[in-house]
């Protein structure tokens, strides 16, 4: 397998590709929505709403928590997640800035 040579890449490139790699599964996006829906939770409100088995969601959290797009805080026994906000903002900058482009070129590409 090849190198990926992210360091040719900006630090903003890198972050996004990652974040972006992390919501490329549907569990993934099940759990995000989840998480918008009741602000916060623990592994076992997730594993109550997805049909899925305890591990993978963990699997997944762990994922989402990597790329930043989620954080988790130790409350008891239990890690409480909910979405970072600053993460969900880098990619609302991100896809505005794809659209705004989009809007002011020409509508006859390709």
């Known amino acids: 397998m ?3 040579k992210t360091e040719h ?3 903003n490139q890198n972050q996004i590709a990652t974040m972006l790699k992390a919501l490329g599964h549907p569990a993934r996006i099940a759990i995000l929505e989840f998480l918008m829906k009741v602000d916060s939770c623990i592994c076992g409100d997730i594993v109550s709403e997805l049909p899925l088995a305890q591990p993978t969601i963990s699997q997944h959290l762990k ?3 990597n790329a930043g797009l989620i954080k988790g805080t130790i409350e008891g026994t239990a890690i409480c ?3 970072d906000e600053k993460a969900i ?3 609302k900058v991100y896809f505005s ?3 705004d482009g989009l809007e002011s070129k ?3 590409c390709c």
């Open 2 to 4: 090849g190198t990926t």
């Open 9 to 11: 890449f900006s630090a």
């Open 63 to 65: 994922e989402l928590k």
């Open 97 to 99: 800035t794809i659209a």
């Open 106 to 108: 020409q509508k006859n």
């Open 89 to 91: 903002e880098v990619l």
């Open 81 to 83: 997640y909910c979405i």
